[in-house]
């Protein structure tokens, strides 16, 4: 037999808003940025699976095709083995060796672990000839990520690695995977948008995350509804007056952040860039007063931001800690990067990570043999 071989990348992404509102049918707005993890996956003759990381290299990891199960096996590997596991029934037949090489800055809220798990699908699609969509995929890697990796995340962060366009952002639809490219060109506007990571993080990431998502299906029992998106603002206010005020708050967290989803794509569309910053703004208020998924460290990196002249800004991603977005002008980036540096400096903060990423292309083969 000759031995197969193939190279793939999966990047991460930022979501530029709809958050929290993937596990709720919503639709979201995030591009891949341009740090992707690179998959090198090598077919074996055995069942044997070898997993190796570039970054990390005392942590090679060995384990057998037959031997995965879930929440087995070590926090880092679970990634790659889970996906491997979620394929395996469609036509994986031999092991492997995989070597991870990931550039995604790690625990940034930058989805470091949809990178790695879509370089990996993207990977293993091609190796095997499995035929799978990116619809397909990205319902993998979360079934790989929620059952193997035993985290209860949504489907919007492996959608975008798997879906994305360089030049757009993607709004997606959580409901049923259609997405359309939305164009995000906003240099020639003089506009940037900065990413700062916090380094924080909140012991809080995972049960706040599950008890969160718990309070939205219990508002739509409670409501005898399908999902949160089939319900509009002004009904969810009249309606919501029966629930317990915490899980209502939560719920009307969700529906307001579908409306500002789909109000920040007109306002894209029209080149409304004050209108997109207020849009982020309202997010922001309503993730940290509504959802309170935010934390002191993002929201003082959003004062910070809004206090050196951001259109807008909020916290990404599941919350407690990671990083925020703001949309700022590019001559004032430097004074915002210096005053949001001091202004964790004051507070005894760790210091910041600042990036910026234009939206990049989606997971994609790389090479193979
Ligand atoms: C994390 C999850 C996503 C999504 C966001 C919040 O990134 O992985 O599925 O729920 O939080 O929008």
Redesign the pocket.
């Known amino acids: 037999m000759s031995i197969r071989k193939v190279v793939a990348q999966a990047p991460g992404r930022v ?1 530029l808003i ?6 709720s049918d919503g639709f ?1 707005l995030p591009f891949a940025i341009a740090n992707v993890t690179t998959a090198t996956i090598t077919e074996r003759e055995d069942s044997i699976i070898t997993v190796a990381s570039v970054q990390r290299k005392s942590l090679s990891y060995k384990t057998a095709l037959e031997k995965l199960a879930p929440l087995t096996g070590e926090d880092w590997a679970r990634y790659p083995l889970g996906v491997v596991w979620a394929m395996k029934d469609l036509g994986i037949t031999r092991g492997m060796d995989i070597l991870i090489d990931g550039k995604v800055p790690l625990g940034a ?1 930058l ?1 470091s ?2 990178a790695l798990e879509c370089s990996i699908a993207t990977g293993l699609n091609a190796l095997f000839n499995l035929g799978r969509t990116k619809e397909d995929l990205a319902r993998l890697t ?1 079934r790989a ?1 929620n059952l193997y990796v035993g ?1 209860p ?6 959608s975008v690695s798997l879906m994305a366009h360089e030049g757009s952002a993607l709004l997606l639809d959580c409901r049923d995977l259609s997405t359309r490219n939305i164009p995000f060109d906003i240099a020639p506007h003089g506009l940037e948008l900065l990413i700062i990571d916090t380094q924080a993080h909140h012991a809080l990431v995972d049960g706040g ?1 599950a008890e969160r ?1 718990a309070s939205c299906e219990k508002a739509v029992a409670e409501l005898g509804i399908t999902s949160l998106r089939d319900i509009s603002v002004a009904d969810y206010e009249q309606a919501g007056k029966s629930l317990d005020a915490t899980i209502y708050i939560r719920g009307l967290h969700a529906v307001t952040e579908m409306k500002r989803v789909l109000d920040t794509v007109a306002a894209l569309e029209a080149a409304d860039f004050t209108r997109v910053g207020q849009l982020l703004n309202e997010s922001h208020r309503s993730l940290r007063d509504d959802y309170t ?1 935010s934390c002191p460290e993002l929201n003082l990196a959003v004062d910070a931001a809004l206090s050196t002249g951001a259109l807008g800004a909020r916290m ?4 407690f800690g990671g990083s925020a977005i703001a949309l700022a002008r590019v001559e004032d980036i430097e004074m915002m990067k210096s005053a949001i540096s001091q202004a964790f400096a004051a507070k005894s903060y760790r210091a910041p990570r600042f990036f910026t990423s234009l939206p990049s292309e989606g997971a994609h083969v790389v090479s193979q043999m």
């Not at 995340?153 to 492996?158: A, K, P, S």
């Not at 990404?316 to 919350?319: A, E, L, T």
């Open positions: 979501n709809g958050e929290h509102i993937d596990y979201v809220g989805s672990s949809a979360q990520e985290v995340c949504g489907i919007m962060d492996q995350y998502r998924v990404v991603g599941g919350g």
